[in-house]
């Protein structure tokens, strides 16, 4: 049975979002490399067609569940939300270190279900999760990158990346295992979130005001 | 956590040991649901109803992979900085041998499994229980951020290291390259104390 694309925002939005929770399923249940894009149409009950109205490609699929910003490569370094872009002028301070934090914190508890899902997969050896994981690492080293090199200097650059990046990443993934699907919900809690922006700082030493 | 008491004879048997060994690396390339009881069998080398003798469900012979702690060495308690980082590295490099029972243990963390969440646990305190005499006696009152800083990141550098490099994950924690980076993390968040000999 086919069904044209509704009509309007509002039709338009649900039927972009009844596609990408059927491309949840079926990825959850067939891996990525394995779910095709008529097997999502079938899932949701639309046509091909009317399925490549919304998405060109499975790729595309899975880019909008990500969040990421099309094409795939190279990364369109982004902002975090309300906060100023990095700049020579003004350097990364104590407030800007900590938004990175909570920024990283949000992306995870927003993203933990496909993200396990991501692991499970990658595990398994699938293609498309493997490059796509990567794709989210660097992601994350470009948005910090600029933050990062506007107060140390290019030969500590690399390590001081790495260092906030691997502590959030043993944080998040500890916090996702023992609280199993309350995850992102612990994670929205201030007092959960209070420890890691104490051992970032502790990581991180930033130059004290005036000093680059 | 529940352990199985098991018999002595039990204990020592090879056969058990080796229905292990193979079951460890079927579960930790096809995962829980595509190893069977069958193929762990075939490839020890014994009959499906010799497998169920010694455990009797595939969930109880995967859990029983879990029950040992990766690593049970003690760190001397050392209160010099640069054979303490020497040490850590000793530990991570240690865990990477078992790349199969990492890659099967992370699938059941990142689950969330009981078994997964007891398997964390465990090898946690056990690290925290080898390194914290250096910390409490290298860095004072700041001993458990540090401590607790290192471990986070060590975690996220494991755990990190397991979904970039898939099956040559062993072979690329050994390298020369990530061994380095690993010492230049850990002095990055280890600061020599003043006060401390080096």
């Known amino acids: 049975m086919t069904v044209p694309p509704p009509l309007g925002v509002r039709g338009k939005d649900e039927t972009r979002g009844r596609i990408l929770k059927a491309a949840m399923e079926l990825f959850g249940r067939d891996g990525f490399d394995c779910t095709t894009i008529r097997a999502?149409?079938?899932?949701?009950?639309?046509?091909?067609?009317?399925?490549?109205?919304?998405?060109?490609?499975?790729?595309?699929?899975?880019?909008?569940?990500?969040?990421?910003?099309?094409?795939?490569?190279?990364?369109?370094?982004?902002?975090?939300?309300?906060?100023?872009?990095?700049?020579?002028?003004?350097?990364m301070d104590d407030g800007v270190l900590m938004g990175l934090v909570d920024w990283m914190l949000d992306g995870s508890a927003r993203q933990d279900s496909l993200n396990r899902l991501l692991f499970r997969s990658v595990l398994d050896g699938d293609k498309t999760a493997i490059a796509l994981r990567e794709t989210k690492r660097r992601g994350w080293l470009s948005v910090l990158t600029p933050y990062f090199a506007s107060v140390f200097p290019p030969a500590e650059l690399a390590i001081r990346l790495e260092t906030a990046v691997m502590l959030a990443l043993g944080f998040v993934y500890t916090a996702q295992i023992e609280n199993g699907a309350d995850f992102p919900k612990v994670a929205a809690d201030p007092a959960f979130r209070a420890p890691l922006k104490q051992l970032m700082r502790l990581a991180i030493p930033l130059p004290p005001a005036g000093e680059h | 956590m529940v352990r199985h008491a098991l018999a002595p004879s039990e204990l020592k048997?090879?056969?058990?040991?080796?229905?292990l060994a193979v079951a460890c690396a079927l579960f930790a390339r096809r995962g829980y649901q595509g190893t069977t009881i069958r193929l762990i069998a075939k490839g020890a080398g014994v009959t499906d109803p010799a497998v169920y003798y010694y455990f009797p469900t595939k969930r109880a012979l995967h859990d029983a992979l879990l029950v040992e702690p990766l690593i049970d060495t003690p760190l001397t308690s050392t209160s010099d900085l640069e054979s303490a980082i020497a040490t850590m590295v000793t530990f991570f490099t240690g865990y990477a041998a078992s790349a199969d029972l990492v890659r099967l243990s992370f699938r059941e963390q990142i689950s969330s499994t009981p078994a997964g969440v007891q398997f964390r646990r465990d090898n946690d305190a056990t690290y925290r229980k080898l390194v914290r005499p250096f910390f409490v006696n290298y860095y004072g009152d700041e001993a458990s951020q540090r401590e607790d800083l290192v471990t986070f990141l060590l975690c996220g550098l494991f755990w990190d290291a397991i979904l970039r490099y898939g099956d040559s994950f062993e072979s690329h924690v050994r390298g020369d390259g990530f061994q380095q980076n690993l010492l230049e993390l850990l002095r990055s968040v280890l600061?020599?104390?003043?006060?401390?000999?080096?």
């Open chain 2, 13 to 19: 048997s090879e056969t058990r040991d080796r229905i």
């Open chain 1, 40 to 91: 999502i149409a079938e899932q949701c009950d639309l046509s091909d067609p009317a399925l490549y109205y919304y998405f060109k490609t499975k790729r595309d699929i899975l880019l909008a569940l990500w969040d990421l910003p099309s094409p795939l490569e190279p990364m369109r370094p982004t902002t975090p939300r309300n906060m100023r872009p990095a700049s020579p002028e003004f350097p």
């Open chain 2, 191 to 198: 600061p020599v104390r003043e006060g401390h000999n080096e």
